[in-house]
């Protein structure tokens, strides 16, 4: 199985049984590739990777989405994946913390890909994806926290209680974790 690690930079992606190609743009070390992740095309031929690693690196990025018709990441991520997953995982904006790096541009609600579904009517991808997995994840308080993940992971309607209510009442969901694969492939 081979592996993208897009923007893993400090904190890579690891996993004994892949091989994993490291992409980011202060790339250092072994099987790392330097590259912007906002430049498109990658410097991959199509359907290279089983899997793609994207571990909060698209809240950085300015063209995470399609807008104005440009070339959007969604789009090249799904043009060098095979047929494999799209591992997610982005800030929750319930938490204050997440909007105060100087770098992000954006959060994700567990919603935020329903926009590149097959049939969604408001497209921001030329290519569709399908949601395998979306969770809330709150990862402090140790087994309180598990909980919280728990009960608000049950069902959709728990999940969109979770982030409509509940965030404020524990200080927010860390992050949103999302499984894709691409649809038509």
């Not at 569709?128 to 049950?154: M, V």
Request: net charge positive.
């Amino acid at each position: 199985m081979v592996t993208l690690d897009i923007g893993g930079g400090t904190n890579p992606y690891q996993n004994k049984n892949e091989e994993i190609i490291h992409m980011d743009y202060y790339a250092k070390g072994d099987n790392y590739l330097k590259h912007d992740a906002e430049n498109i095309p990658y410097p991959f031929e199509e359907n290279s990777f089983d899997k793609i690693y994207a571990s909060h690196i698209l809240e950085h990025l300015q063209n995470l989405w399609m807008e104005r018709n440009k070339p959007c990441v969604l789009d090249e991520l799904w043009r060098v994946i095979k047929s494999g997953g799209l591992i997610i995982r982005m800030p929750h904006p319930s938490v204050c913390y997440n909007w105060a790096h100087p770098t992000h541009k954006r959060t994700a609600s567990v919603n935020s890909f329903s926009f590149v579904l097959p049939n969604s009517k408001e497209r921001y991808s030329v290519k569709s994806w399908i949601i395998i997995k979306k969770q809330l994840r709150y990862t402090r308080l140790g087994f309180f926290g598990k909980l919280i993940n728990k009960i608000f992971n049950r069902s959709e309607k728990m999940q969109y209680l979770g982030e409509r209510f509940f965030c404020y009442f524990v200080g927010g969901f860390d992050e949103v974790y999302f499984e894709l694969t691409p649809y038509g492939k």
